[in-house]
């Protein structure tokens, strides 16, 4: 089964990666999800970072552009859906 995460809010930041600093992602922003838009989950950190957060590895197309990043897992900006086909 495929899940993907669901923006419940505004500025849901992909990551480009998990580099933290003074506890926060320093990390370049490679897109923002807007509320409703869905990027597809394909892989769990599995422990909690510098921020307290446990993130996931997403993959979301944008304008015929493949975007691979990092969300942080914080149930305030998003949910989690079993993936529409």
Request: net charge positive.
């Amino acid at each position: 089964m495929q899940l993907e995460v669901i923006a419940k809010k505004e500025m849901l930041n992909i990551r480009q990666s998990l580099i933290f600093s003074g506890g926060k992602n320093t990390s370049p922003v490679l897109h923002t999800l807007k509320k409703g838009d869905r990027a597809a989950i394909t892989h769990f950190t599995q422990r909690f970072e510098a921020d307290g957060y446990e993130w996931a590895q997403v993959q979301l197309i944008v304008d015929d552009k493949e975007i691979n990043g990092y969300v942080q897992l914080d149930m305030k900006s998003y949910l989690i859906s079993k993936r529409r086909t």
